[in-house]
């Protein structure tokens, strides 16, 4: 069983849409959590950890489920600019970051 | 700070021949990570160093592969012998204790 698991999208949005993405993770002792965004041909870059409290970064919204064990990213007003693949990181006790495949967004004109 | 340095940016070789992915993590971070990104398999993790050491390699595919972190600045990821189906990207990235993990931009290795 995979560590991370993520709908691998594509996710086709209009302009201005919200978006939620979710992943869920398989080991209770992961530790800290993460959203990374990853452009076309490029390597991923960290978007926004996730706390347990949940947090908010403009339009971007993480939150994070340990007792269901899933994360959940939610994007306000699309733009343009969001078309990515996001990507769900956990840190895993010991060290270890595991990556979801990552979910395909594309905002549409 | 450069951030993740990694070369070359692109390898292109025959199979059977042995590929050299080199790597030098942000200065003062005191773990390494190999990952290979295929299409089909998404992000994996091959193998992980800290403060040096290697801690965990179950992810390595086959004997063929293998990692070293020799010093603190620098790591290299061999294939040998290469085979097609070992074509992917291949990122190194850096952490300090958990935090945020920088990542290099990576080997694009086609193996033909």
């Known amino acids: 069983r995979k560590e991370v698991e993520q709908d691998p999208g594509p996710f086709n949005v209009p302009e201005g849409a919200t978006v939620a993405f979710n992943c869920t993770y398989s080991n209770s002792a992961s530790q800290s959590f993460f959203w990374y965004r990853q452009d076309c041909r490029k390597e991923p870059k960290l978007l926004m950890s996730?706390?347990?409290s949940g947090n908010e970064d403009g339009r971007f919204t993480a939150q994070l489920n340990r007792a269901s064990q899933y994360i959940s990213l939610l994007i306000r007003d699309s733009k343009l600019s969001d078309s990515a693949t996001y990507l769900c990181v956990v840190n895993i006790i010991g060290n270890q970051f595991y990556f979801g495949t990552g979910t395909s967004l594309t905002v549409i004109p | 700070d450069a951030g993740v340095i990694q070369s070359p940016r692109h390898e292109v070789t025959e199979m059977g021949q042995e590929v050299t992915l080199r790597c030098k993590p942000i200065s003062g971070h005191n773990s390494l990570f190999w990952y290979r990104q295929t299409m089909m398999r998404g992000l994996e993790l091959l193998i992980y160093f800290n403060n040096n050491v290697p801690i965990d390699d179950s992810g390595m595919p086959e004997d063929r592969f293998s990692a070293k972190m020799p010093n603190a600045s620098f790591s290299t990821l061999k294939i040998q012998p290469s085979e097609p189906r070992d074509s992917a990207v291949y990122f190194c990235a850096s952490t300090s204790y958990g935090d945020e993990a920088f990542f290099g931009q990576g080997t694009r290795l086609t193996v033909v």
């Open positions: 996730v706390y347990s």
